[in-house]
Structure formats: C-alpha cells, structure tokens
C-alpha cells in the first residue's frame, strides 16, 4: 500500500488547512487510517483515525473539537481538516494504514512521507 499525503502549508495561528491522505489500490474496508504528528525533538503522537468500512473516528484530545477526519470512497482519500490552529499544531503530519485501532505509531505498518504544517502567531 502505497499513502500519499499532502496539504500542508504555512498558515497564521487560527486558520485552516485541510491534509489528503490518498492510497494507491485503495484501503480494505477492515482498515483503520491515522494522522499522526511529529513535531522537532518531540516523539510522532497521534492525532486522529478513522476505520474505513464503519466510518467511526477517534481523535486525540489536543485537537478534539478543532479538527475532524474523514473519507471519500470513491477517492480512496482520507482527509484531516484542521481549523483554529495553534503554533503548538506545528509538526510534520503523517498518514498511516493498520489494521485494528491503536494509538502507538509502531501498530500501524504503512507510512505516508509526512507533509509540514506550521502555524505561525
């Protein structure tokens, strides 16, 4: 499986961005799909997931209410749409595909290449 993520971007404390994570041959419906996020000097940390047949999503509590995660079959697209960003949201975003939920980077085995987000104040 082959993750392709994108959309980050340089953005003021407040705004938004939305990340697309895209998957090459498509996601099996047991899959579970994560943002997680790593920021310089500070261990990769969970954001939030999705399980892809059911839809249910689970979000760390730092950006509950901020940001949501969502999907498009037809795309085969996983999407994180972040709004009220803090400069604390700034870190490297990556997308990953595992195959139950869990919240350790080490459960989930495909990786996207990371895309930078940074929020300035």
């Known amino acids: 499986v082959q993750l392709q993520a994108s959309g980050g971007g340089l953005v003021q404390a407040g705004g938004s961005l939305r990340l697309s994570c895209a998957a090459a041959?498509?996601?099996?419906?047991?899959?579970?799909v994560a943002w997680f996020r790593q920021a310089p000097g500070k261990e990769r940390e969970f954001v939030a997931a999705?399980?892809?047949?059911?839809?249910?999503?689970y979000y760390a509590d730092s950006v509950k209410g901020r940001f949501t995660i969502s999907k498009d079959s037809a795309k085969s697209t996983v999407y994180l749409q972040m709004n009220s960003l803090k400069p604390e949201d700034t870190a490297v975003y990556y997308c990953?595909?595992?195959?139950?939920?869990?919240?350790?980077?080490?459960?989930?085995?495909?990786w996207g290449q990371g895309t930078q987000v940074t929020v300035s104040s």
């Open positions: 041959g498509g996601f099996l419906s047991s899959s579970v």
């Open positions: 990953a595909r595992g195959a139950s939920l869990a919240y350790a980077p080490a459960q989930y085995n495909f």
């Open positions: 999705i399980r892809w047949g059911r839809g249910s999503t």
